[in-house]
């Protein structure tokens, strides 16, 4: 099995080897927050293709695509990213408070990568209990490497004790110097799978 990303709209037909597609990655950053590309290979290959898309959160106005949200064909939530400064502020000083209740209201499942700012998540997913949250990469640190990186991860175990947060543990091995296989990472993640079980970490 191999696993795929698309950055374009390809022919199926054209993919001979097995695959797992894992993700439908987001338009370069120069684009904006646009998702029709991938809301086109959702409606195209609605049994190979799902999207948790993309919305500016600086936007206020943007609040009013919220309830009809889902009902974009293939559309099942959303991807918030917290990694430029302006986006880190936004989340530290509160201007996007506006935005988990909506969510939460509309049964909108977000997935959420906050580096640095799990204390500031952790608010959200205690006042915001029927809001579904995922916790991109581990919310790991894209500059550090081995106990450094993994360091963190004391700030995320503490989720666990909401049952609406899981976790999604990918891109582990570019947290470490270590070869395939990655030994010296294997502790953390057990740990992090021992905290959260097999139904809320993927």
Known sequence: MKAMI????VSLDEIEEPLVLVDIPMPEPGEGDR???TLQAASDHPDRFAVMGRLDLGDKANAAKLPD???????LGIRCSFLMPEQRRWLAEGEVDWFWPLCEEAGIPLMVLPPDQLPAIHKVAERHPDLR???DHLAMISNRRDDEAFATLEDLYPFARYPNVAVKATALPCYTEEAYPYRGIHGYIERV???FGPERMF
């Open 35 to 37: 998702n029709d590309l």
């Open 193 to 195: 799978y021992d905290a």
């Open 133 to 135: 949250l995922v916790i």
């Open 6 to 9: 698309l950055n374009k709209i």
């Open 69 to 75: 949200w889902k009902k974009q064909t293939g559309m």
